[in-house]
C-alpha cells in the first residue's frame, strides 16, 4: 500500500498565477481531507469529501479556493491567483469511512511557495 | 465550530525526563481525541488516541487523560528519548459542531536533549 499520495511535493508560483494540487487516496478509503500547514496556524482545515461528494468546505477561503474529487481515486485542490499568504504546506489525508473516530492516514504534503 | 488550544508551542526537555502537553477544547459534544506526531520532514501519523468514555489511556511511554468536565485533554511521554522529539499536535472530533473533522491545536514542537 502506497499510502496516500500527493503532488507535485513542491510548487513554486508567481503572484496571481493558478496552483492546482492533486491527492490520491488510498485505495478502498471513503474520505479526503485538505489541510493547510503553517508555522503560525499549523493544521487547518480546509475540506472534506466522502464517497467523493463534498461534506463540509467551511474552511476553504471562498473566493479563490476550490476542490473537486471527480473520481474515488483523486482529489484536487485549485487555488486561482494566488497571493504570497497562500504559501503553506498542503497536506491530504483519507480515512476508511470518514467517520468522526478515525485514523486520518495524510500524504507527504505539497509545499506551495508564492513569490 | 470547535476549537483546540494546545500548550506550550515549544517544550525541550533531558532524556529520561517526562514531557507533558496540555490540549483543551470548546465543543462539549466532542468526542475523540487522537495525537498526532510529525517528524522532521514527515507526513503527521497517530500515535495515540482516546475516547470519551475513557479518562486515562496508555501505550508503552504513551499516556493521555481526559477530563470532560474541564474539556481537558493531555499528552504525557514518560521516560523521553531523543527519538521523540517531532512535532505533536492533538485534535479534537464528534458529532457536535465540527462534525466529523479533526479539529487540530497549533502543535507543540519538543526538543529532548541527549
Known amino acids: 500500500n502506497a499510502g496516500v499520495i500527493q503532488t507535485p511535493r513542491h510548487k513554486v508560483t508567481g503572484k496571481g498565477q493558478e496552483a492546482t494540487l492533486w491527492c490520491e487516496p488510498i485505495s478502498g478509503h471513503s474520505a479526503v481531507f485538505w489541510y493547510r500547514q503553517t508555522i503560525v496556524q499549523g493544521l487547518e482545515f480546509l475540506t472534506y469529501f466522502r464517497n467523493q461528494a463534498p461534506i463540509d468546505d467551511s474552511g476553504m477561503p471562498k473566493e479563490r479556493f476550490s476542490a473537486q474529487m471527480p473520481n474515488q481515486s483523486h482529489s484536487t485542490l485549485k487555488i486561482q491567483s494566488t497571493q504570497p499568504q497562500d504559501s503553506a504546506v498542503y497536506l491530504c489525508?483519507?480515512?476508511?469511512?470518514?467517520?468522526?473516530?478515525?485514523?486520518?492516514?495524510f500524504g507527504s504534503g505539497t509545499r506551495l511557495t508564492v513569490l | 465550530g470547535e476549537q483546540v488550544e494546545q500548550l506550550p508551542s515549544i517544550l525541550r526537555v533531558q532524556e529520561g525526563s517526562s514531557a507533558s502537553i496540555n490540549c483543551s477544547y470548546e465543543?462539549?459534544?466532542?468526542?475523540?481525541f487522537p495525537w498526532y506526531k510529525q517528524e522532521p520532514g514527515e507526513n503527521p501519523k497517530l500515535i495515540i488516541d482516546i475516547r470519551s468514555n475513557m479518562e486515562r489511556k496508555q501505550i508503552q511511554e504513551l499516556i493521555v487523560l481526559l477530563d470532560k468536565k474541564a474539556k481537558r485533554f493531555s499528552l504525557h511521554i514518560t521516560d523521553t528519548q531523543p527519538g521523540d522529539s517531532a512535532m505533536y499536535f492533538c485534535a479534537a472530533s464528534g458529532d457536535g459542531s465540527s462534525g466529523n473533522k479533526l479539529i487540530f491545536g497549533i502543535g507543540t514542537l519538543l526538543s529532548v536533549k541527549p
Open positions: 465543543d462539549s459534544a466532542s468526542n475523540y
Open positions: 489525508a483519507s480515512s476508511l469511512l470518514g467517520g468522526s473516530a478515525e485514523t486520518l492516514y
